[in-house]
């Protein structure tokens, strides 16, 4: 019976020696450890053995079992090892090959520009008004300052409708919208919108293109404020180190009128072909709004006071991301537009 | 404005002081100096050449052999113009002289004839064409007897000068001036300014008693000033009266009208010489013209004038257009004898007008239309006497014919310091402004803590308060003002709902794949209405462009299908773009058309392009109705969205729906007609075009959590054989009403046509979800609902259920 044993052990140890993969070891496994192999067999027969000799048998074939299991399975690790490296194998890949495009698409620059100071000014506490396109000649013109047969209107050729109605050529009169509707009220708004003007299309000129102004109105409203969230604007917008300085102006609906220049933010000031090799580069207009556009809205400029400022967002994004045409802002050509999807911190 | 610097120089002291330096200072206080133009161009070895002998080449017809003294020697120069001629003082570059265009001058042949330096045209000096007199705008320049051979000839020309040129805003017409160019370096520069001394004899005969003058419209014509000067001998005016012009921008004619452009230049009034005798009548009358009235301008063209048109005429026949342009039946010539100076102050609204009508805009109407200044009126006309006198040898008549009821008080303001400082946020010193006001030199008295200001009428832009704070400002330096904060009630500020839900909806759109588009508002009458969701009464300009640009769209998707041509005929076939913008439809209450704003898609080629791995997909109608349905969700109203079939104009009929959102239409979706396809250059493409207003008005529930289920859920699938008219959407709207409540979720997940079905048949396969939150479902209860959709399926649907 020891005999049978011994030899049962070292048949199990070949055959476990011989499997050569995780299936042909099972088989081993099967074969010598399950249910109907001949370890089992033995363990059923030992019935038959005297009393006297079973505890022995029975320990000794409990040893050979845990022996050859025990080895059976430091086999098997080794086999399962050897598979799943035969399988990492086989998958392994060419990581240079493309990756499967994640579809997106983005803003136009335009907007880009727009949304990034409506969100500056957002968090000043001002509010985004907006308004017609087609609007009526008092609000355009008249309400502003420019009544009928004013040579400034000479600077701003209009589509015009009717005698009253045009394409506003300008977002002021949204201003002049919200100061009518505020009835008295103070007012901090910024209003971006689409503008129309009777030029003809070519590189630095576009009958329809882009505005955004802002207007702040309350007691007590200075040209130091305008020229300090000016200040705040341009360094948030074209970079922390950025100066302004303020030039004497016109426009019919601010007295005083001002124009603002950053220092150049490509060469710092030094003179460079962005800034004309002046350092500086116009940025926006701005004022103190003209008293008589207050008191046509129901404002008494005596107590009130208030500035206004307007940009235009194609030459904004002209000067930050170097486009020389205006209009490939019209054009919408997605070779153009699609560059416009990184950040830029 | 051009202003020379050298010309400038005589009313303000501005030696010592660099050209850049001026420029910058006159930038930053007020008035924008564009660029600055250096006359001399670097210009070297110019000088005046005598021209002793002149012959024909002999071996070019059009070549002379001039002879020329130089000062130091006397040389050959070869000399194509045709008005070279011997005994002429003339501008000669010699060898190593280098001309504005790089031209260098060096010693030449010339057909085996040496040539040592050129004989040189205004021109060849960078001066325009238009400007130089016409007797020499052909040819050489023929300098004055004067000139000494062998001396610099910049100097003598008056190109040793740098020209400011002024870019000025419409308030500053007091800048139209050298003397007011004069009052503001004078400021600037904290400096007295000289004006001309105006000085002559006049004769003992009276002007009044040679014209007379009546003015019928005087609300038009308020003043109007007329001198009389005999005896002038018309010629060429003297070269530093031409320099004068030139850096001016001014071409020189003859020494009368030379005096009246060079006055205009200097007072910034405009005025106009007439021939006396070629007036015929001795009377000047101003009035409206005759409807329909005709004169011959200057410039040789016939006009037809309206009733309400200043003219100036004869006493019978117009001869001048007020303000604007004279006659070329009193034009002064060669012959004229006698001149009369027309110095006027007519209405800038009516000469703005009459200029705007006759398409005629000069250096007199541009200043006529911002307003001359009433005190320079007669100033000027003394002023052009005076020079007619001296250079014209002209007999000035004694006194002037003058109508006058112009009113000239200076408008007087008063504003506190306290005022000026609070609005700029300074603490500006009383002395201070008195001291800049005083620069300026505009009248100011301080009076119990006040300003009294009497603005100069020279300066029409001072009116008000707040433009004696400007003047103050731009002279006190805007870089001295603090930079503060506004301090008003604190507000959150922010977007508004909609316009929150407006960055949502293009969010969604970009994050689904689409680039955001940019399109003009403006289109042609064929595509005003094409594809519009809702058509109304147009929108047209009164005066167009072009035909391309007349009318304002109802659509957007016309210029998106554009976008799309362009981008696929440069070779990006596929194209996925949208866009918000607003739609302009009929007429509302207040004259203004509704504005809607609209959102708008189009797609083409192809959708997902991953070739390598056999993914390649190209757009169709699902791929759009899936950004439809994910941006509706986005806003929280995919429940109620609905599509349904429909023909619309330029649309496939087969494959184009509206879009309701609770019944209500909000949109259209479908692809283009193929017909309209091909015309446009494109395959096949998919539009979309939504009421954005219409969607961002609707208020949606708030945004609740919904417990994640607790318990398992059963599925069950569905194989069911419906007639091919059957849409997908019918049968799920059965599947879901019959389901109830334990029903969770129904999907399409099997499409089929074709073999294996019957003719006119499709096979559809759904996959339904039961669940109920509150505990698991018996294998009883779903077989219970399941079976009440299986029954409406085929009771209500006529479907057949397969397997």
């Known amino acids: 019976m020891e005999a049978q044993l011994e030899l049962l052990k070292v048949e199990a140890l070949a055959k476990i020696e011989a499997a050569s993969d995780v299936k042909s070891l099972n088989d081993v496994r099967v074969a010598y450890l399950g249910k109907k192999g001949p370890i089992t067999d033995l363990l059923k027969g030992m019935g038959k053995l005297p009393a006297e000799e079973r505890p022995k048998i029975g320990a000794l074939v409990n040893v050979i079992r845990e022996s050859v299991t025990e080895i059976l399975e430091d086999r098997m690790a080794k086999l399962e090892e050897l598979a799943i490296n035969e399988q990492l194998e086989k998958e392994s890949i060419d990581v240079t090959l493309p990756g499967r495009p994640a579809r997106t698409g983005n803003h136009h620059p335009l907007t880009r520009v727009v949304e990034e100071i409506e969100d500056f000014f957002i968090s000043m506490g001002y509010e985004i008004a907006e308004g017609p396109e087609v609007e009526k000649d008092y609000y355009n013109f008249e309400a502003l300052n420019l009544p009928k047969g004013h040579p400034a209107r000479d600077m701003q050729d209009s589509f015009y409708i009717s005698e009253d109605i045009l394409l506003r050529t300008h977002t002021s009169p949204v201003q002049a919208r919200t100061m009518e509707a505020k009835g008295g009220a103070p007012i901090k708004i910024i209003c971006p919108g689409k503008v129309y003007r009777r030029d003809s299309d070519d590189a630095t000129h576009s009958h329809q293109f882009t505005q955004i102004e802002g207007l702040v109105i309350g007691e007590d409203i200075r040209m130091s404020d305008l020229k300090g969230t000016l200040s705040l604007f341009a360094k948030k917008m074209f970079g922390d180190e950025r100066e302004i300085r303020l030039r004497p102006s016109f426009f019919p609906f601010t007295e005083p009128s001002v124009e603002m220049d950053i220092s150049c933010f490509k060469c710092g000031g030094d003179g460079c072909n962005v800034c004309k090799k002046t350092g500086w580069i116009e940025i926006l207009g701005a004022g103190m709004v003209h008293p008589n556009v207050l008191k046509m809205a129901g404002y008494d400029p005596a107590v009130v006071s208030g500035f206004a400022f307007g940009m235009g967002p194609e030459r904004i994004a002209m000067l930050k991301y170097g486009v020389e045409d205006i209009r490939h802002f019209y054009t919408n050509d997605v070779r153009f537009v699609s560059q416009f999807h990184r950040t830029e911190a | ?803």
Request: a negative charge.
């Open chain 2, 1 to 803: 404005m051009l202003v020379s610097t050298k010309w400038l120089s005589e009313y303000v002291n501005i030696e010592g002081i660099a050209v850049a330096d001026l420029a910058e200072k006159i930038t930053r206080s007020g008035i924008e100096v564009d660029s600055i133009i250096d006359r001399s161009h670097d210009m070297t070895n110019v000088v005046v050449g005598y021209v002793v002998e002149c012959v024909k080449h002999p071996e070019a017809d059009k070549l002379n052999i001039c002879q020329v003294d130089v000062g130091e020697e006397t040389t050959q120069i070869i000399c194509g113009a045709s008005n070279v001629a011997a005994g002429q003082k003339v501008i000669v570059a010699r060898p190593g002289a280098v001309l504005p265009g790089g031209m260098k001058i060096k010693k030449a042949k010339l057909r085996g004839e040496e040539s040592n330096g050129m004989i040189c045209s205004l021109q060849e000096l960078a001066i325009e064409g238009k400007l130089v007199p016409k007797a020499y705008a052909e040819g050489i320049y023929v300098l004055p007897e004067s000139a000494v051979p062998g001396s610099d000839a910049l100097p003598l020309l008056g190109l040793d000068d740098q020209v400011l040129e002024f870019d000025l805003t419409p308030n500053r017409s007091d800048a139209l001036s050298m003397i007011g160019v004069a009052y503001e370096v004078g400021a600037i520069l904290s400096q007295g300014i000289q004006l001309p001394e105006i000085t002559y004899t006049a004769s003992n005969e009276k002007a009044e008693d040679m014209l007379k003058l009546r003015i019928d419209a005087k609300e038009d014509n308020p003043m109007y000033v007329a001198k009389v000067v005999k005896n002038v001998k018309v010629e060429a005016s003297p070269l530093w009266l031409q320099n004068r012009l030139m850096a001016a921008g001014v071409r020189p004619h003859n020494n009368v009208v030379d005096i009246t452009n060079f006055v205009l230049m200097e007072y910034g009034q405009p005025l106009h010489a007439f021939d006396y005798d070629r007036l015929e009548t001795g009377e000047i009358a101003v009035r409206l013209a005759e409807q329909g009235e005709k004169i011959t301008t200057l410039d040789d063209a016939e006009r037809t004038l309206e009733a309400h048109q200043l003219v100036i005429t004869n006493g019978k026949e117009p001869v001048a257009i007020a303000g604007v342009m004279g006659g070329l039946n009193t034009e002064v010539h060669d012959g004229t004898t006698t001149v009369v100076i027309e110095s006027a102050y007519f209405a800038p609204g009516s000469v703005r007008r009459t200029s705007r009508e006759l398409g005629l805009r000069s250096d007199a109407s541009t200043r006529f239309e911002k307003g001359v200044d009433p005190n320079r009126v007669e100033a000027a006309a003394e002023r052009a006497a005076q020079l007619m006198a001296e250079i014209a040898g002209g007999e000035v008549l004694a006194g002037s014919v003058i109508v006058d009821e112009l009113d000239k008080t200076p408008v007087r303001i008063t504003v506190s310091p306290d005022y000026i400082n609070n609005r700029l946020g300074m603490k500006i010193p009383l002395e201070e402004m008195l001291a800049i006001l005083d620069g300026l030199q505009i009248p100011t008295e301080a009076v119990n803590g006040k300003l009294i200001i009497d603005a100069p009428t020279r300066r029409q832009d001072l009116r008000i308060q707040e433009d004696i704070i400007e003047e103050i400002a731009r002279m006190y330096g805007y870089d001295l003002i603090p930079m503060t904060l506004p301090v008003t009630e604190s507000t959150p500020g922010g977007l508004s709902p909609y316009q929150s839900k407006r960055r949502t909806v293009r969010a969604f759109l970009e994050g689904a794949g689409l680039y955001q588009a940019l399109t003009y508002s403006l289109t042609s009458k064929e595509q005003a209405q094409s594809y519009a969701l809702e058509t109304a009464p147009v929108t047209e300009l009164l005066m167009p462009m072009s035909e391309d640009r007349s009318i304002l769209r109802q659509s957007l998707i016309p210029h998106l299908l554009e976008a799309a041509t362009y981008n696929v005929a440069r070779r990006m076939e596929s194209v996925a773009l949208y866009e918000t913008g607003s739609v302009f439809l009929g007429e509302q209450e207040d004259g203004l058309p509704q504005e809607v704003e609209h959102v708008a898609a189009v797609i083409t080629g192809k959708w997902v392009d991953h070739a390598w791995q056999a993914e390649t997909k190209s757009v169709d109608f699902f791929v759009l109705k899936g950004i439809v349905e994910g941006m509706m969700d986005s806003l929280g109203l995919v429940e109620g969205l609905s599509f349904e079939q429909t023909v619309l104009d330029g649309m496939h009929p087969g494959r184009t729906a509206n879009i309701f959102q609770n019944g209500k239409r909000i949109g259209l979706i479908g692809q283009i007609h193929p017909t309209e396809q091909k015309k446009r250059d494109l395959k096949n493409t998919y539009v979309m075009e939504m009421n954005l207003a219409k969607i961002l008005a609707i208020e949606t529930d708030e945004l609740l959590y919904v417990p994640v289920p607790r318990f398992p859920s059963s599925s069950r699938d569905i194989a069911l054989v419906v007639s091919s008219g059957t849409s997908a959407g019918m049968l799920r709207d059965v599947i879901r009403s019959a389901g109830g409540k334990l029903l969770k979720d129904v999907r399409l997940f099997d499409l089929y046509e074709g073999d294996n079905v019957e003719e006119g048949k499709k096979s559809l396969a759904f996959s339904l979800t039961y669940a109920d939150p509150e505990r698991t479902l018996t294998d009883e209860e779903v077989v219970k609902a399941h079976g009440k959709v299986l029954n409406a399926l085929t009771t209500e649907a006529g479907a057949l259920l397969r397997g």
